[in-house]
């Protein structure tokens, strides 16, 4: 899928997406996440991670939008849900 966020083109497909989060532990979710292969990712982290950019550069609203165009089902959980 082709996107833009600021101001850079992007064409990720959820392969690209599963690849580039390989190795890397996931950071504590707040309110949005993604699974990938059975764990919970805040959303900023794995745009971030696959795009490159710094997650101050975007916001979760555009991460959850760009992410569910993908392919993904972005899902809300509480942050009690990553203590367990």
């Given at each position: 899928?082709?996107?833009?966020?600021?101001?850079?083109?992007?064409?990720?497909?959820?392969?690209?997406?599963?690849?580039?989060?390989?190795?890397?532990?996931?950071?504590?979710?707040?309110?949005?996440?993604?699974?990938?292969?059975?764990?919970?990712?805040?959303?900023?982290?794995?745009?971030?991670?696959a795009t490159?950019?710094?997650?101050?550069?975007?916001?979760?609203?555009?991460?959850?939008?760009?992410?569910?165009?993908?392919?993904?089902?972005?899902?809300?959980?509480?942050?009690?849900a990553n203590?367990?």
């Amino acid at each position: 899928m082709d996107f833009t966020l600021l101001g850079r083109k992007f064409s990720l497909i959820p392969e690209d997406i599963l690849k580039s989060m390989r190795g890397i532990q996931p950071e504590i979710v707040r309110t949005h996440a993604v699974e990938l292969d059975g764990k919970l990712y805040p959303v900023k982290q794995v745009l971030s991670v696959a795009t490159g950019l710094a997650k101050a550069d975007f916001n979760s609203h555009q991460a959850r939008q760009v992410l569910r165009r993908i392919g993904f089902q972005v899902v809300v959980v509480s942050e009690t849900a990553n203590k367990y």
